[in-house]
């Protein structure tokens, strides 16, 4: 007879071959703006505006009103100019803009490249003098402007993620305008243009720690508290209008996502037995224990002992004298065994690059001579 025993298993073994919903950009929190007042303030430094340089972010919203600002250096206070400025427009397109010379119009730069559906997106620009500008979505070049003049150099403006300062108007003072809704997180700023292959690199949600000539980066993962933190330069952003709480802060959010957890039986084909039951409590999540267990009640009943088999990919395959097998071989760990009807005890690392990726479950019985498969469990990891 076998001891009873609770497994736990880390599934970051699994991370190879895990197939998520989505891309998500790196660490766990970011920052959610209401689009009424909520902003981040970076005092001005001449080193975020540069003729040859990237800036991007990951953003998510919904919003198909007006103008909505992602991250911008706005007009200045001095001359009636404005660096730049990445946004999302009434269409829901991603764009960006920019002054080329004083007191003359914005060039406005259209991806043609629809993001406010509710997903997250890495978006970026980079630009040269003589070469232009590139948009970039999810790492892929959107769009082309090589025959534009670089932007202003000499823009004495203060950096705001989520709302544009000093813009189509009056020279500063001017309040905030040009609100976000949604959330955005990992703002970066180069001062050289980046390559197809690191923008592609971004885009599947690795954090540009060691990028040469990066100038700054917030990462928006101190998920508490008035400040944001460029882990290159020191620069220090100010959540709001003033260093207390107050209105105009917008909201850690712990994960990127809201995924609801999933368990759904697959029989197979032809179909095995319909014994193994999900957690009663709901499927997987990141941070928690998922708890499946066989039922024997009419299902091999002279069992010693269950197994477990997760994995990253599916399979169905018959074979003859033991049932169809759910779960492929080659992508999967084994739990177990354990005592016969006992939950398996299957933990799920507190990794937000989890969530919304697929697994899938089998159980086996272990019976005199042999083995009897079960159901499978298709899965989606989910948050709290």
Known sequence: MFRCLRWLVSLSLLLPGLTAMQQLPPGCTSLAFDGQDDFVLVPHDPDLVSSTFTVAAWMRTTQRSGFATIVAVGEDSRNDVAGWWLYVDSAGRFGFAYEEAPRTLPRWLDSGQVVA????HHVGVSGTPGSGF??????????DFPTYPP???SVNQVLSIGCM???DGPAQPQPPDHFFTGRIDEVTYWNRRLSAGEFATLALGTPPTTSPNLVARWALDEGQGQVVIDSVGGRIGQLGAQPLV????PVWRSFPVD????QQVRPGMPANPSALRGDPLGGPVIGGLWEP???HSSFARDAVGDALVVGGAMSNLPVPGLGTVLVAPASSVVLGPVVPGVPFSVGVPDDCALVGAVLFAQAAALIPGGLALTNGLDLRIGTP
Do not use: K
Not at 246 to 249: E, G, L, N, V
């Open 246 to 249: 107050d209105p105009a802060d």
């Open 165 to 167: 300062f000093g813009f």
């Open 293 to 295: 267990s066989v039922d």
């Open 117 to 120: 559906d509710d997903h997250w």
């Open 259 to 262: 995924e609801p957890a999933v």
């Open 151 to 153: 932007i202003v150099s």
């Open 134 to 143: 590139a948009l970039w979505v999810d790492g892929v070049r959107a769009a």
